[in-house]
């Protein structure tokens, strides 16, 4: 079992950063790919981001230019840093872990870009 735990959202004006910190406990050396979702009201949850075990990262258009992934091995935690905000990246982000065998969710937490 991982447990995920998702924390560093919040209210922020468009143009603004943020970065979440997902921290993973458990069995956490069985996990492959680390990922960030995210899900707007009445929308379906897409992939924003992911990083390997090796560290490769992958981003969505959405993000790419703008957010940055990156894995704190040491601390077992990977972080989303989003900058040059704006309005329509507001949702709930959810951190998601892979093993061999299974997926794992955090709880997620909401970020609201507005003025």
């Known amino acids: 079992q991982v447990q995920l735990v998702e924390s560093g959202g919040g209210l922020v004006q468009p143009g603004g950063s943020l970065r979440l910190s997902c921290a993973a406990s458990g069995s956490r050396f069985s996990i492959n790919t680390m990922a960030w979702y995210r899900q707007a009201p009445g929308k379906e949850r897409n992939v924003v981001a992911t990083?390997?075990?090796?560290?490769?990262?992958n981003y969505a258009d959405s993000a790419k230019g703008r957010f940055t992934m990156s894995r704190d091995n040491a601390k077992n935690t990977v972080y989303l840093q989003m900058n040059s905000l704006k309005p329509e990246d507001t949702a709930v982000y959810y951190c998601?872990?892979?093993?061999?065998?299974?997926?794992?969710w955090g709880r997620g937490t909401q970020v609201t870009v507005s003025l």
């Open positions: 998601n872990a892979d093993t061999a065998t299974s997926r794992y």
């Open positions: 990083i390997g075990s090796a560290g490769s990262t």
